[in-house]
């Protein structure tokens, strides 16, 4: 029975160390195939160039699935320029998408080291995370939905996005800035804007609307409304935290484990 025993899990082990090895040379010739077929468009890094846009840190495009991405990599997006590179064969997309994915810090599991629970106590009060961000249908809404943000994404990219918020920002991310011709001074992020006028959000959520006619001056900056100093303000510990709960609420994304319905949440 011993025998039988050691036979099987000698199996199981040598069947783990082929995937991981099939998996690597996979990735590997997947980053021959990225900067022979992608880069000169997407760069080097997956992070945009003049003539494609980033995809390795966009979460529009970090947040599609396997199957999405090798489609779109099979097929193309004729209405954006995007050539279809089907002729690859499966196996070669494949490994293109898997070598995506290491750019884009994608990982399968990764252990979680903080305190989920100290982590949403921060991120509704002290941090105050919550006033422009919401998880699970609990919080501001200005900025991004966090309920599904940490999917499958490294501790160390959330570390990165909330200590250097700057970094990738999506183009509706970005903080507007318009002055009226009367001397009037509005900040806020841009939800609408054509030849005739432009459409902006506040924080206290309201949407503005301007002809540009009435306007001096419209002015697109490279930061959004996320406080730049978490690094300072949050202590080691306290970052890890809120990203433990990030991840957490990632894992469940229609469900709110630390809340009381109806109650208020306790920031102490």
């Known amino acids: 029975m011993k025998a039988l025993l050691s036979i099987v899990i000698l199996i199981v082990l040598n069947f783990v160390a082929a995937s991981a090895d099939a998996q690597q040379k996979g990735t590997a010739a997947g980053k021959e195939l990225f900067a022979a077929n992608c880069a000169a468009c997407h760069g080097a890094d997956g992070r945009g160039g003049e003539r494609a846009p980033d995809i390795a840190t966009r979460r529009k495009v970090v947040s599609l699935s396997e199957s999405d991405l090798v489609t779109i990599v099979s097929k193309g997006l004729s209405g954006v320029g995007m050539p279809p590179f089907g002729y690859l064969g499966t196996r070669k997309v494949n490994d293109v998408v898997s070598y995506l994915r290491v750019l884009q810090g994608k990982v399968t599991i990764e252990k979680i080291l903080g305190d989920p629970r100290a982590g949403r106590a921060l991120f509704y009060g002290k941090a105050e995370c919550s006033k422009c961000h919401m998880v699970n249908g609990e919080g501001g809404f200005i900025a991004t939905d966090l309920s599904t943000f940490a999917d499958g994404v490294s501790s160390a990219k959330l570390h990165e996005d909330i200590v250097a918020p700057n970094n990738h920002l999506e183009p509706t991310s970005r903080v507007v800035e318009i002055r009226t011709r009367n001397g009037e001074q509005i900040a806020g992020l841009l939800r609408s804007e054509d030849n005739f006028s432009v459409v902006l ?47 957490t609420a990632a894992s469940k994304p229609r469900t709110n484990e630390y809340s009381t319905q109806g109650k208020k949440h306790d920031a102490n």
């Open 201 to 247: 959000q506040t924080e206290d959520g309201r949407f503005h609307m301007y002809p540009k006619a009435k306007l001096a001056s419209v002015r697109h900056t490279s930061h959004s409304t996320m406080p730049v100093d978490y690094g300072s303000r949050l202590t080691s510990k306290e970052l890890e935290d809120v990203v433990s709960f990030l991840m």
